[in-house]
T-cell receptor, first 115, second 115 residues
Framework: AQKITQTQPGMFVQEKEAVTLDCTYDTSDPSYGLFWYKQPSSGEMIFLIYQGSYDQQNATEGRYSLNFQKARKSANLVISASQLGDSAMYFCAMRAPGTASKLTFGTGTRLQVTL | DTGVSQDPRHKITKRGQNVTFRCDPISEHNRLYWYRQTLGQGPEFLTYFQNEAQLEKSRLLSDRFSAERPKGSFSTLEIQRTEQGDSAMYLC?????????????FGPGTRLTVL
């Protein structure tokens, strides 16, 4: 079974600063994918970034980067140059093949960006 | 096609009533997923369709829940004899199904409140 752990219920960051949101995972499958989603107060889940278990380099998408440490089973999200619009819930999720490709989510981290 | 759509966005019902939600995936997406998200938690997998075939159901999906995807297009999720514990956000997601590690695109969700 897969498990995702997000230990930070809430985080604050000042505008224009960088912030790291923690995610650890547990799986026995050698092939898996790790995802980060953003959920604003409106409710929709917005895909941010993806990291495959065999990817050699850390994924980057604009201001988002994923610090993937396979041996530690961690996949932390780094947001650079935070903006007020980044305030939202952030979910880490994992998908392993052979499980209908369903996603297993963590409990999320609420990020608040301040002036 | 701008994305996954769900209807209604909000539903308030009395305990014991039946409710039905609809999800329209991105066109030509073969895979469709239903998730449930309760307050303070990440989404939890409910069920999954590959075209019109329902291939996996979570143990969370009691016999009061039924989902269909006729003709492999839109999907409906029905809850019979609703209970207060059914109050949650119901999220639908779709993916092309080309790769096991395809990104899932989420709809805005249907927020159900059972009084």
């Amino acid at each position: 079974a897969q498990k995702i752990t997000q230990t930070q219920p809430g985080m604050f960051v000042q505008e224009k600063e960088a912030v790291t949101l923690d995610c650890t995972y547990d799986t026995s499958d050698p092939s898996y994918g790790l995802f980060w989603y953003k959920q604003p107060s409106s409710g929709e889940m917005i895909f941010l970034i993806y990291q495959g278990s065999y990817d050699q380099q850390n994924a980057t998408e604009g201001r988002y980067s994923l610090n993937f440490q396979k041996a530690r089973k961690s996949a932390n999200l780094v947001i650079s140059a935070s903006q007020l619009g980044d305030s939202a819930m952030y979910f880490c999720a994992m998908r392993a093949p052979g499980t209908a490709s369903k996603l297993t989510f963590g409990t999320g981290t609420r990020l608040q960006v301040t002036l | 096609d701008t994305g996954v759509s769900q209807d209604p966005r909000h539903k308030i019902t009395k305990r014991g009533q039946n409710v039905t939600f609809r999800c329209d995936p991105i066109s030509e997406h073969n895979r469709l997923y239903w998730y449930r998200q309760t307050l303070g938690q990440g989404p939890e997998f409910l069920t999954y369709f590959q075209n019109e075939a329902q291939l996996e159901k979570s143990r969370l999906l009691s016999d009061r829940f039924s989902a269909e995807r006729p003709k492999g297009s839109f999907s409906t999720l029905e809850i019979q004899r609703t209970e207060q514990g059914d109050s949650a956000m119901y999220l639908c997601a779709s993916t092309p199904g080309v790769s096991q590690l395809d990104e899932q695109f989420f709809g805005p969700g249907t927020r159900l409140t059972v009084l």
